[in-house]
């Protein structure tokens, strides 16, 4: 999972691109970039690290031009600890081109031997983000030649694209002297929205990211969603054009954001990322009831912080009282999207801390937004303990996470998960040490999210119900990613030794 972000307009983008980046920092922590056009060059700058750590004042000096993007990063494919991993890419032909890429393409592997031994163009990392950068450039490549470019050529490369790859992408690209494209997945996977917003000079700036907290904190409208398989074009003018570029396209967005990634500010889809989450905790509820005796829970404490919003509204529809039992440290990072078991393990004690006033001689119902690969729960079901707690019940609201993700979240083997073999919530009791464990249901997931937006015909569930939703995943396919992942972690592993 990472954040994206595109600008045009007629006075610097930098300052705003890294305020973006900033409301998107809870996409990925791992490395950060931003390019910038300034006429026809570009000016860029990216490294490992948060936003803030990035960027000096060196930096954004040095990030001249009108239109820009940037991008958040949070590894899924490629190696988490080489600064050449991180984007914005480039590529010198045709134009030049910066690219910025949110999700993992499922046919990363057979994509980047077609690109060699057909169109002749080298891959430089293991990164899938810049096989689709030289697959966009390619399509243009073969459009453009002996003509100039025109939003209806690049619509017709977006075309090209969409027949080539496979899996979850959204996408934002520079183009030098041209303008600035954005296109969606044709089963709208990932997230793509955008604003604009008039200036004192009456130039219509627009942004493009991944969610609409980074438009609205920067001051921007939010226009809408790009659709499923939808491209928009914005010319260095600012005039902007949108053309549906897929045969079939569906939107069947991510559940997995709406439950834990997005920021509760934020609107997807149509959805409320907060009154989604407000939604599950109804649903919850109802599991809840059905499995444990609520004269036998004295109090709900969530989990901080996505899981909030949740715990309020099931501890108001089952009549029991809420608390804030649980205190978070707010300068460590997210344990779940830490690269390595042993630092996120490490990490729970440094982030959360339980207040015995709330859990001494108390049945206490704990709720989370989800249980991955249970470490972080274990650690916490202790620490309560710890503080007094006599029983301790923990509730998801969202399903076992049984099969791997292959669209963008960095959960890839059966081995890494919890409930990747099939434990039954009693097991998983056992082994994260509470008394009884409460998970919501696929059913109760969909129904939560749909009545949020009827509109939508189905989500993307494919981590809780392992459907996935591009037709093109078996058992073969998983085995490989899982082979392809242990080696992976083997190479970094070695990389970082050598280094020390």
Known sequence: MCGIVGMVSDSPVNQRLYDALLLLQHRGQDAAGIATLDGLTFHHHKALGLVNEVFRTRN??????????????????????????AQPFYVNAPYGIMFAHNGNLTN?????????????????????????????ADEISRLVQGSSLTADKVFEAVRGVHHRIRGGYACIALIAGKGLLAFRDPNGIRPLCFGSYVNERGFTEYMVASESVALIGTGFTMDGDIAPGEAIWIDMQGH????????NPKLTPCAFELV??????????????YGARLRLGEYLADEVA??????????????????????????AKLGLPYREG???????????????????????????????VEFRDKN???????????TTMGEIVAMVRSA??????????????????????????????????????DEVARIIGADKVVYQSVDGLRGALSDMNPSIPDFDCSCFDGHYVTGDIDEAYLEKLEAEKREAKEADKARKAEED
């Open 240 to 247: 902007m054009s949108r053309c549906q570029c897929a045969d």
């Open 108 to 136: 990363a592997t057979a994509l980047k031997q077609e690109l060699y031994e057909k169109d002749h163009r080298h891959i430089n990392t293991s990164s899938d983000s810049e096989a689709l950068l030289n697959v966009l």
């Open 364 to 374: 206490v119902l704990l709720v989370d937004d989800s249980i991955v690969r249970g």
């Open 290 to 315: 059905r499995s444990i005796n609520l004269k036998d829970i004295d109090v709900v404490i969530p989990i901080p912080d996505s899981a909030r919003p949740c715990a309020q509204q099931l501890a």
């Open 388 to 425: 007094g707690a006599k029983k301790v019940y923990v509730a998801s609201s969202a399903p076992r996470v049984c099969f791997p993700n292959v669209y963008g979240i960095d959960m890839p083997t059966r081995s890494e998960l919890l409930c990747g073999d099939g434990k039954g919530e």
């Open 260 to 273: 834990y990634f997005a920021r509760p500010d934020s609107v997807m889809d149509g959805i409320s990322v």
């Open 326 to 356: 649980i205190i978070k440290n707010r300068y460590v990072g997210r344990t779940f999207i830490m690269p390595g078991q042993a630092v996120r393990k490490k990490s729970v004690r440094q982030k959360l801390n339980a207040m015995p």
């Open 60 to 85: 954004m000096r040095n990030l001249k031009g009108n239109a820009g993007i940037g991008h958040t990063r949070y590894p899924t494919a490629g190696c988490s600890s080489s600064s050449d991993e």
